[in-house]
């Protein structure tokens, strides 16, 4: 029985897990600057979240601030990375080296950040047997032969809109289990699997919209 | 006086809005599999919102479905379409041609929907001069220089943490109204200018952690 660490694990909401990384980029830069505390006033101002939120989501990590001398900064930095779990790698495949996968394969800041892709998977003979970006690309039907020996549990998922519910069943019926999806299609899993949508052209029509009615 | 148009270009919330993309992806898998309408009931079961809260959303659009028939696939497509603002191609800049950046300037999919990048910046001799996916690349230098002649007013942000501040009130000096910020930091803008946040390492983060408490 280990009641705080039960707390620790399970009962972040989801607002504060998506506030946690702003801290955590704006730490750094204060660490970079040489700071070696920091308050929560101080946290507030540059990134406009209020004070007594950001205590509250750090008090939510067991993290709490010495009076008149704020947090240590250091090992907040590493509290955030650690629980955020960017300090360590894990592996993934990627279902669709279109447009945007391709980009992806490009993106060596995944790998910065503890997510590493190990292949590509596709149906497309122009990009099969390539490799980009360091990282080979298979045809799909290579996929399940390789689930057998393999123990990667996240999958990215960027093919076409029309093709994403039954690659996402691929993904799982080979032990995927959690999909980051970046189509726009609202793909239905079994409840146990972890499912993060990033609709990159969701948030470009976002700004459309606002622009045009500014 | 227009009130309609008022309440159209106005008071769409950004839940709202944030829906739309995921029902126009639906209607257009529909439409090539056929079907030419649709009922709010089906797109319900297809996507998991409600179909009153379709309903409510599209009523928002003007649009309404007819009784027992639902809605015409084929106008509703071009009723979103053109109000998510896919129907035109707007151009942009974008700052910092990093790994994110560069995997950017290499994603097709953003011009089919619209955007269309026509020119990367940045401070690294590595990268300027080259052309990425036919998109030449500046040093950020040149870039208030082109303020005079252009007229473009979305920006991208792609530049480190670090930089992230400093190169957006640039972009701003330099006449960009929309900043779509790719960085984890929580950038300070005037009033007037749109800024979208899209913070994929964020969403990774997610992932780690759902995962975890699984």
């Known amino acids: 029985m280990e009641p705080t660490k039960m707390m620790e694990t399970e009962r972040i909401p989801e607002p504060t897990l998506r506030r946690l990384p702003w801290y955590l980029a704006y730490l750094k830069l204060a660490a970079d600057q040489g700071e070696n505390f920091i308050s929560s006033t101080q946290i507030a101002r540059a990134i406009n979240v209020s004070a ?41 495949y990627l ?28 149906v497309n003979p122009a990009v099969i047997g390539q490799t980009i970006n360091g990282i080979p690309v298979y045809h799909i039907d290579e996929y399940p032969a390789m689930r057998t020996t393999s123990s990667i549990c996240i999958g990215i998922l960027t093919v076409p809109v029309e093709k994403a519910q ?3 069943e691929c993904m799982v019926a080979g032990g995927i289990k959690a999909v980051w999806n970046f189509t726009p299609f609202r793909i239905h899993m ?17 700004i459309f919209n606002r622009l045009e009615r500014r």
């Open 52 to 92: 007594s939120q950001i205590a509250k989501d750090l008090s939510l990590l067991n993290v709490s601030g010495k009076t008149r001398v704020g947090y240590d900064v250091k090992s907040l930095i590493e509290v955030l990375e650690d629980f955020l779990g960017f300090r360590q790698t894990r592996q993934a």
């Open 190 to 206: 079994p409840e146990n699997i972890v499912v993060q949508n990033t609709s990159i052209y969701a948030h470009m029509a976002l």
């Open 95 to 122: 279902f669709g080296v279109g447009n945007l996968g391709g980009a992806l394969l490009h993106d060596k800041g995944l790998s910065q950040y503890g997510l590493e892709i190990v292949a590509g998977f596709d």
């Open 166 to 168: 039954a690659v996402a």
